[in-house]
């Protein structure tokens, strides 16, 4: 019997090292689940963060094309301003200033 007991013991080692084995193959199997849980739900996020992102930039490029349409405009109109023939209508109609020898005629 003692060889009878042996062999049950032996026995009921190898079931109980059967048993746990599938146990870690379980907590391994669960473990690689979520991980890949975690690295889907990782993913996601990035992806939605990165669109927003993108939205963002384009809406920033528009507004600078849209600044820079008015600072070219500005510039344009700053120019005319500076040029002498403005300067000289702005002084004749506004300031009512003419050269010498000149004289003005207005309508009444």
Same mark, same amino acid.
């Not at 930039?57 to 700053?78: C, K």
């Given at each position: 019997m003692s060889?009878?007991?042996?062999?049950?013991?032996?026995?009921?080692?190898?079931?109980?090292?059967v048993?746990? +084995?599938?146990? $870690?193959?379980?907590i391994? /199997?669960?473990?690689?689940i /979520?991980?890949? #849980?975690?690295?889907?739900?990782a #993913?996601? *996020?990035?992806?939605?963060? +990165? /669109?927003?992102?993108?939205?963002?930039?384009?809406? +920033?490029?528009?507004q600078?094309?849209?600044?820079?349409r008015?600072?070219?405009? +500005?510039?344009?109109?700053? !120019?005319? $301003?500076?040029?002498?023939e403005?300067?000289? !209508?702005?002084? $004749?109609r *506004?300031?009512?200033?003419?050269? !010498?020898?000149?004289? #003005?005629?207005?309508?009444?």
């Amino acid at each position: 019997m003692s060889d009878n007991q042996n062999n049950q013991k032996s026995q009921n080692k190898i079931i109980k090292k059967v048993k746990d +084995l599938k146990t $870690r193959d379980k907590i391994i /199997v669960i473990s690689l689940i /979520v991980f890949i #849980l975690l690295g889907l739900i990782a #993913l996601i *996020y990035n992806i939605t963060l +990165l /669109v927003s992102t993108n939205n963002r930039n384009r809406q +920033l490029q528009q507004q600078i094309y849209e600044i820079n349409r008015q600072i070219e405009g +500005l510039q344009n109109e700053q !120019d005319f $301003r500076n040029s002498p023939e403005f300067i000289e !209508d702005f002084a $004749r109609r *506004y300031l009512e200033m003419h050269r !010498d020898g000149e004289s #003005l005629f207005g309508g009444r």
